[in-house]
């Protein structure tokens, strides 16, 4: 009898067995693809041990990386404070990869294990698959491929050039990371069989293409076509660049071809996080929307069992607190709890609206297919614009938000807006700024080369409301990129 | 239809060339926090695992950041309660503005001096650096415990080197018994008398019958015996060993040193040194080690650790009070039916006239038979080393503890001025133990 199997439990005893997670993915799977209508990669889930996790940890959750000091320094770090007892290991890794690859902690009990399925193997598995920016940018078919080739070609480079070449060389592009991801403009992806391929072509080319660049410069030339050529050689350089690692890799004077080859790794790489970064709050709040909705299914159709479902409400309301902002170790806003309440929120609008929610959402207001509604958010938006678009009054009053302005000239902050009727709309726009990255990172380009020069490089930073640089660390940087660049680099401030 | 993975058995520890390139890039600073950390605690846990702090500088990962202040910024922050629009918050007078504002740096950790868990063998590996031990004598230190396999009985797996072929044909043979597989010598019997049957040149009826019925018998037998194998994997013993650490006893160690005031920190840092090397030295040899700290001046008494190291006092140098005090108490507590006694013994060689004699009649004539080994180690400014090329020279207690070391094949000197110096008095020491262990 279908109906009695389908309400016993789908496990009694607290420890979990394959069978177990077997049994509870098959019913979260059902539930998440024919109610949620979730479009996902197929799932691998691997178990692994506390040990394990830590690894993963320290390599940016990747599960091949190539060897660097740094991840060393990650990896101390966390194993100290796990050891210490200070932080818990997270639960899971999901990997964005096809198939979409899960970790998840042996010392999970059955209920966390099925938590955590329905967490990452559908909620995040969903948003890697559907949401534009992932589609865009990241190569979920070869990004295992690639890392793995890059591990390899670094640890080919290190037998071949030593140890520490390599260890400065990644230094330096590792402190470029952040501004060398192309924002704008999409590269072409490039699967490793080509990679490879094209990988001889280019170098040769490239050194050709790098030494054109200075042999001219001795022959003494009228300066009206001396700077004709400048601008032309410019205008082939592409100039202004925003992606660092880029430029430095396609026209650094002194690099070696097998360097600009690392260089190209490390931007990869940061290209391929960069989705990541743009889509904190949605990608979390993505994930634990699927899992309430998942987890509340099966408990009321009694396939979770009272106990189970407590264990799970308990580490759901830890994820997904919000801390006051005067609380000790408050860290701002939680991205998993605003996005999770914006998204039950959205629920809330298609389903029961308001006259407010008329008023604020009149599209989706008292609509009837509240999937569709978050599958197209989940779809098409990120952090900053799923903010302009979907923050509601009833969320910012709920978290009880409000904007504080500070002028490094005033002696006081102000506070510019609360969860009143005059303030949602500034709170919202706030928060937007706070959660676009590309005001968070500094706006850092390539502006200038005096290629018949001295051969400096001129970078510039456009400040955002005259928001400096850090000075202790923008020289470190700039020293790591006078070292990739081999001459004077210099930077220049300028306000928007 | 999920992929189910069970990863965890997968090789642990993908992280150690990272860590190890980690601590390779923070070698130095490592290093002297070891020492630091060595000169802070006791000697005997000098060793094992042990926190290090390594300052920020040296591995940072710098990148282009916002710096903390200026400018113009705003922030969205939750769990307003009194706010309204319009407030002002005077800013605290360091820090960001409004507690949970401020943006962390990117990896989450600031700029604080970095924390970390040194294992055993990192810690030890950066202690002896500037020991200049040498490698064999590092390793055996490293490992913690002699350990001795010993026979424990028989398992069903273990490499072919092990197997006990007695063991494993004897139960072949009780398996055959009880299987009743037909004994090959009863088949040679058979087969003999077949063809002792097939030679006949003309068989009769009843020969012919019982040829049949022979050959018959035959075949029966030799598909049982087929079936019921010679060895089976089943009967296959290994012999097990278990790794028993060697028969070990009770050691006592001895630390004597002249706390006068000649005797500065650089002076008591290098002794310390000695101090633990022996320790180590022991802890690998035996369960149980204590450690007897005497100090003298011209008086000696027996203290803590904390005091033989830290206290000052102040007074001329009785060398001898010292070595009496040792007598003394191993008289009441140690008797060296039970207790191997180690002394190591620390001074700047400074000692009351006429003393000399006095100790060097006491150690030869009463400490030396007890003891297992006595090292002694002066301690010299560094300038003076080259004074003192030669062993010959010296004074009064170097001269009289050389006499000493001519008739005690268990007394070793040393003047040392750098860590380096160190080892070699301890390097018969370590010959000794590899013979031992060779010959074993």
Redesign the interface.
């Known amino acids: 009898m279908p109906e009695q199997s389908g309400s016993a439990p789908l496990f009694e005893s607290t420890e979990w067995n ?1 069978d177990a ?2 049994r509870s ?1 098959d019913a979260i ?1 059902k539930i998440a693809i024919d109610d949620l209508k979730l479009d996902v990669y ?8 506390a ?2 996790m ?2 993963a940890y ?2 940016n959750g990747m599960p091949l990386m190539y ?11 966390d ?2 404070l796990y ?1 210490k007892g200070a932080r818990g290991l997270a639960y899971e890794i999901v990997i964005n990869s096809n ?1 979409c690859i899960s ?1 998840c902690l ?1 010392d999970n009990s059955m209920a966390l294990q099925a938590l955590v ?1 329905a967490h990452a ?1 559908f909620g995040h598995n969903h948003f890697f698959k559907n949401n534009h920016l992932f589609r865009q940018w990241s190569d979920a078919e070869g990004i295992l491929d690639y890392l793995e080739y890059a591990r390899e070609f670094i640890a080919r480079c290190e037998e071949k050039h030593g ?1 520490h070449e390599v ?1 400065q060389l990644l ?1 330096a592009a ?6 060398s991801v192309f924002r704008h403009r999409r590269p072409a992806s490039i699967s490793l069989r080509e990679e490879r391929a094209r990988q001889r072509e280019r170098l040769r080319d490239e050194e050709a293409a790098v030494h054109y660049l200075w042999n001219s410069f001795e022959r003494a030339r009228p300066q009206r076509i001396v700077d004709e050529h400048v601008r032309e050689r410019k205008r082939a350089m592409k100039l202004p660049e925003e992606n660092l690692l880029y430029f430095l890799e396609r026209h650094s004077p002194i690099l070696e071809p097998w360097q600009r080859e690392i260089l190209r790794i490390v931007r990869n790489i940061a290209q391929y996080f960069y989705p990541q970064r743009q889509t904190k709050v949605m990608n979390e709040g993505c994930a634990c929307f699927v899992h309430y909705y998942i987890m509340n299914a099966l408990h009321s159709s009694g396939r979770l069992s009272d106990g189970a479902m407590f264990e799970i409400l308990h580490n759901h309301t830890n994820v997904l607190t ?6 000790p170790h ?4 939680n991205p998993y709890a605003l996005g999770f309440a914006m998204m039950q929120d959205i629920r809330r609008v298609c389903e029961n609206p308001t006259p407010e929610d008329h008023e604020w959402f009149p599209d989706i207001a008292g609509v009837d297919d509240w999937r569709g509604v978050l599958q197209d958010a989940w779809a098409n938006y990120r952090d900053e614009s799923f903010v302009q678009q979907f923050l509601g009054p009833e969320v910012i009053r709920r ?10 000239k005033d ?10 009727s ?2 949602y709309h500034a ?1 919202r726009d ?2 937007v ?2 959660l676009d990255i590309s005001g ?3 706006d ?1 380009q390539v502006v200038d080369v005096d290629l018949l020069g001295d051969r400096w490089l001129k970078l510039c ?1 456009v ?12 020289d ?2 700039l020293d ?1 990129i006078r070292s990739l660049w081999g001459y004077d680099v210099v930077l220049e401030e300028r306000s928007d | 239809m999920a992929h189910l993975v069970d990863r965890r058995l997968n090789p642990k520890g993908k992280s150690h060339g990272n860590r190890r390139r980690f601590i390779g890039r923070v070698r130095a600073a490592v290093k002297n926090a070891v020492d630091e950390s060595v000169r802070n605690r006791d000697i005997a846990d000098a060793d094992g695992e042990k926190m290090i702090t390594v300052p920020a500088k040296g591995i940072a990962e710098p990148s282009f950041r916002h710096a903390a202040k200026g400018g113009r910024r705003q922030w969205v922050l939750s769990g307003n309660r009194s706010f309204s629009v319009g407030d002002r918050i005077r800013k605290p007078p360091s820090g960001a503005p409004g507690g949970g504002g401020r943006e962390g740096s990117a990896d989450g950790e600031g700029e604080d001096d970095f924390l970390f868990l040194l294992t055993r063998n990192e810690f030890l590996e950066l202690y002896f650096e500037d020991l200049e031990l040498p490698d064999l004598v590092k390793r055996s230190l490293k490992e913690i415990k002699a350990a001795k396999p010993i026979r424990m009985g028989y398992t069903v797996a273990g490499t072919p080197a092990n197997l006990s072929v007695m063991r494993t044909m004897r139960n072949a043979y009780g398996r055959r018994i009880a299987m009743r597989r037909p004994k090959i010598r009863d088949l040679d019997d058979l087969i003999l008398r077949i063809q002792a049957l097939e030679a006949l040149d003309m068989p009769d009826a009843a020969e012919l019958a019982e040829l049949g019925e022979l050959r018959e018998r035959v075949d029966l037998l030799r598909k049982r015996q087929r079936s019921v194998p010679f060895v089976d994997p089943l009967d296959v013993r290994y012999k097990f060993f278990e790794m028993r650490p060697e028969p070990s006893s009770k050691a006592v160690m001895f630390c004597l040193m002249d706390v006068s005031a000649s005797m500065g920190e650089r002076e008591k840092d290098l002794a310390k040194r000695f101090f633990v090397l022996l320790h180590l030295f022991l802890k690998q040899r035996y369960d149980k080690i204590e450690l007897v700290f005497i100090r003298h001046t011209q008086t000696a008494s027996e203290v803590d650790e904390e005091t033989f190291f830290h206290s000052r006092e102040t007074g001329g140098t009785v060398v001898s009070t010292a070595l009496k005090q040792m007598k003394e108490v191993i008289n009441q507590r140690y008797p060296p039916s039970e207790w191997n006694i180690y002394a190591a013994q620390a001074s700047d060689g400074e000692n009351y006239g006429g003393d000399s004699e006095v100790c060097a009649d006491l150690l030869q004539e009463a400490l030396m038979p007890l003891c297992q080994y006595f090292a002694y180690i002066e301690i010299l400014q560094e300038s003076e080393v080259k004074l003192m090329n030669s062993d010959d020279n010296g004074m009064e207690l170097w001269r009289a503890y050389r006499k000493v070391a001519g008739h005690c094949p268990n007394f070793a000197m040393k003047r040392i001025a750098t860590p380096a110096d160190i080892y070699p008095v301890f390097r018969e020491l370590f010959v000794k133990k590899g013979q031992g262990v060779s010959d074993a």
């Open positions: 394959f997670i077997q993915y799977e197929p799932n691998q889930i691997e178990i692994i041990s040990q394990q830590v690894d320290s390599s060897r660097h000091w740094s991840f060393g320094k990650r990896f101390v770090h194993e100290r050891r198939p970790y042996e399925i193997a140890d260890e230094d590792h402190s470029l990371m952040h501004t919000q801390p006051d902002f005067d609380a408050s860290a701002g806003i978290f009880h938000l409000f904007a504080l302005a500070d002028d490094a002696s006081f902050c102000t506070v510019s807006a609360i969860h009143d005059r303030g709170v706030v928060m700024a706070n968070s990172d500094p850092i930073h400040q955002r409301d005259h928001v400096p640089l850090d000075a202790e660390t923008r470190a940087t790591n």
